[in-house]
């Protein structure tokens, strides 16, 4: 990418508290992501090409339960594992 900066860039960015050019540029380009992105799920929205969050929110956490709950088991059976290995470590077999 591109940019042209004008003769007082510099000013601008020591103005707005950064130590370099560079940095201000860097600020400006985030913000401009920030800023289309932002846009991008307005226009989503009004298109209807946007989900409810609620509805989002229930239909993740249904499809992510049977994971948290196998995920819970592993760490169950892990620590009953380690539990019931203690005596062994300590004792160094």
Avoid: P, W
């Avoid at 289309?36 to 609620?54: S, V, W, Y």
């Amino acid at each position: 990418m591109q940019i042209t900066l004008s003769e007082d860039t510099e000013i601008q960015s020591l103005a707005a508290g950064f130590a370099s050019v560079e940095q201000y540029v860097h600020s400006l380009v985030l913000r401009d992501r920030e800023r289309i992105a932002i846009e991008e799920g307005i226009a989503a929205m009004k298109n209807g090409r946007a989900q409810d969050f609620d509805e989002f929110d229930l239909e993740f956490r249904q499809k992510t339960a049977a994971t948290n709950k196998t995920v819970v088991q592993v760490n169950q059976a892990c620590n009953r594992f380690a539990e019931a290995n203690a005596g062994a470590v300590s004792r160094g077999t």
